[in-house]
């Protein structure tokens, strides 16, 4: 009985995501195992490469069976398999660590939003699999000394209770120390901008339409600009920042990816960015740091929402399973 009921909203929108950012993900993939020389790192993509297919595989069932097209996403139109290396292998090693990290936290949410126990068993059994990946990837990473290490705090001597307002500080007075809830936000927000920050470089070198050079090379100036907040306020309590590895872009000009996945994957990592500079801020117990993400998060939405309009002009954004137009429905009727 349970196969047999309709797929909810949430159910059919989390897998043609998932389709749509799984079909990306093998042209990059692909691209970078084309270039990479490190052959722990070779069999990681390999695995990804493998697991995104499987994932296609399975989404396209559902889709099919609940009578939905199956989204167009990405293809091999979209990736130049003999362009010149764009990063080395410390660089995709980052980049790896990133993308499946996004992966595990969207997948969670799409297990916590299924009903239907296929759909339950399905991302269950994807998050596994990433989970495994990302085990992977993180003690590569920790073994040839990539990995950038997260601040260390002192031990407490004892328990403490916040004695008043003052730990949530003022707008211009002397500041608390960081706390490791705040300072965790920073360090793995900083990480993610790191990895907008060397695609937009990336791919701006790369990109063929002028107009999205400019728009990349605008999300380059602005995540900078993130990221020297972000460390600013870091160093302030004398806590180290994660590498950010932008010498590590080559100088190669020969587009590896199509302009259509290059602006949508820095959108989408936008978008998702704007989430977790929310879910630090709701963390968050200083004033200033409240200021500095709502700030943050205005710039991003803004930047995201250009992106969105040159998608839309170009005729690259497929539209997602939308709920019936009644009021057209109607009028449809009535004529």
Not at 299 to 305: K, M, N, P, R, S
Request: proline residues 4%; hydrophobic residues 40%.
């Amino acid at each position: 009985m349970d196969k047999k009921k309709k797929l909810t909203a949430p159910e059919i929108a989390n897998l043609w995501t998932q389709y749509i950012t799984d079909s990306m993900a093998i042209c990059v993939n692909r691209y970078l195992l084309s270039t990479c020389q490190d052959k722990e790192l070779a069999e990681i993509l390999k695995k990804s490469v493998s697991l995104s297919k499987s994932h296609l595989e399975k989404v396209s069932t559902f889709m099919k069976n609940e009578n939905f097209p199956v989204p167009k996403g990405f293809s091999e139109e979209d990736v130049n398999l003999k362009a010149s290396p764009l990063f080395t292998d410390n660089i995709m090693y980052i980049y790896m660590q990133i993308m499946t990290l996004h992966g595990l936290n969207s997948y969670t949410l799409c297990l916590t939003t299924a009903i239907r126990k296929d759909v339950r068993h399905y991302f269950t059994e994807v998050s596994n699999q990433t989970t495994t990946l990302y085990n992977q990837i993180i003690d590569q990473m920790v073994q040839k000394g990539i990995i950038s290490d997260p601040p260390i705090i002192n031990n407490p001597e004892s328990v403490e209770f916040i004695k008043g307002k003052d730990y949530l500080g003022g707008w211009f007075d002397k500041k608390r120390p960081l706390n490791g809830v705040e300072i965790s936000g920073i360090f793995y927000n900083m990480q993610k901008t790191i990895v907008k920050v060397i695609l937009e470089l990336g791919f701006s070198q790369t990109v063929q339409s002028k107009e999205i050079r400019k728009y990349l090379q605008r999300g380059l100036k602005l995540c900078e600009n993130q990221l020297g907040e972000m460390g600013k306020t870091l160093a302030q309590d004398h806590l180290s920042t994660p590498k950010s590895w932008q010498g590590e872009v080559t100088n190669s000009t020969e587009a590896p990816f199509s302009d259509k996945l290059m602006l949508f994957h820095v959108v989408s990592l936008v978008g998702v960015a704007a989430g977790y500079y929310g879910a630090a801020l709701s963390a968050a117990q200083r004033k200033d740091l409240v200021l500095m993400y709502s700030k943050m998060i205005a710039e991003i939405v803004l930047y995201a929402e250009d992106g969105i309009s040159l998608l839309i002009k170009n005729g690259w954004l497929e539209e997602p399973p939308t709920a019936a137009d009644r009021q057209a429905l109607a009028e449809k009727k009535g004529n």
